[in-house]
């Protein structure tokens, strides 16, 4: 009998999503979101040893968050820094994710 797919996803984030890694990041949250199938699913962004975003990285995030939206997915961040809590709502970015409270100071 075929199990039933899974609902949440956790994809962690490497200490530093920016030029150099945006790219293999959003390879993988792709492939995690391509698990799910069509339908309800999380992906969760684990951020808890994420110590630096740049451009590149954001830019990621929007668009792994663009491409479950279309498939009807949701994309949650867990444990951001307040750093890039403070990031997300200065862009007006906090809407697009659901985002977890806690994560390093």
């Known amino acids: 009998m075929a199990q039933p797919p899974q609902r949440e996803r956790i994809l962690v984030a490497p200490e530093r999503l920016d030029l150099e890694t945006h790219e293999e990041f959003r390879r993988a949250a ?3 979101l391509e698990a799910f199938g069509e339908g309800v699913g999380r992906l969760v962004v684990d951020l808890t ?3 630096e975003v740049d451009s590149a990285g954001l830019g990621t995030l929007i668009m792994v968050r663009r491409r479950a939206a279309v498939h ?3 994309v949650r961040l867990r444990g951001a820094r307040t750093e890039l809590r403070d990031v ?3 862009a007006k970015l ?3 994710f659901e985002i977890e409270a806690g994560g390093p100071g």
């Open 30 to 32: 792709m492939k995690e």
């Open 49 to 51: 040893a994420t110590k």
């Open 72 to 74: 009807r997915q949701v």
């Open 88 to 90: 997300l709502v200065l």
């Open 94 to 96: 906090d809407d697009l």
